[in-house]
């Protein structure tokens, strides 16, 4: 897999916010309908990003028969979306609320149902609003990736951008 993203040199390093969760701890992002990490979502990815050491995270998700794509293995779709959840939870370690710009996956090998995939990701640095992030996925073993992914997120100020969809129901 050799990823076409090149991020910029000169990157500004970030540093972990001193709120956000410790290593080792589930990183609570924003609604229990998201589909990618909600619980009251009766078909989502119900994923749980987990801090690490650093700017990183790790997941974990397990391949439902839902998920599905190809025979017998999972879509690529579903995927992608697995990556801008994971991904797009990390900024919260530096405490910056992000929207996806840009997500590029490089798919190495097929993902069987009945698998459990493990997500590694990790901030690069940021130039100005953009936040560049690069993960992997694989099955068990780090040294042998099923895909990688290189992103761009925007930070953003959470009630001006959600302001015409915020539902006074939902903490964001």
């Known amino acids: 897999m050799k990823p076409s993203f090149l991020p910029p040199a ?3 390093p970030l540093t972990r916010h001193p709120k956000a969760a410790a290593a080792g701890r589930r990183i609570d992002l924003h609604h229990s309908t998201c589909f990618g990490c909600g619980d009251d979502v009766p078909v ?3 994923l749980k990003v ?15 028969d839902w998920m599905q794509g190809g025979p017998g293995v999972i879509h690529g779709g ?21 929207v996806t710009a840009h997500l590029e996956i490089d798919y190495a090998k097929p993902i069987p149902l009945g ?14 609003r953009k936040i560049y992030i690069e993960a992997f996925a694989h ?9 990688r992914a290189h992103s761009v997120f ?19």
């Open 139 to 147: 099955l068990g073993d780090p040294e042998k990736p099923v895909a």
């Open 115 to 128: 698998s459990t995939l493990e997500f590694h990701a990790r901030i690069l640095g940021r130039e100005r």
């Open 50 to 64: 987990i801090a690490g050491e650093g700017l990183t995270v790790d997941a974990q998700m397990p391949v439902l």
């Open 78 to 98: 579903v995927l992608s979306a697995a990556f801008d959840e994971v991904m797009g939870t990390s900024p919260l370690l530096v405490g910056k609320p992000v």
């Open 10 to 12: 000169d990157l500004e």
């Open 154 to 172: 925007v930070v953003i100020d959470l009630e001006s951008h959600f302001a015409d969809y915020y539902d006074k129901r939902v903490v964001l």
């Open 44 to 46: 989502g990815l119900h």
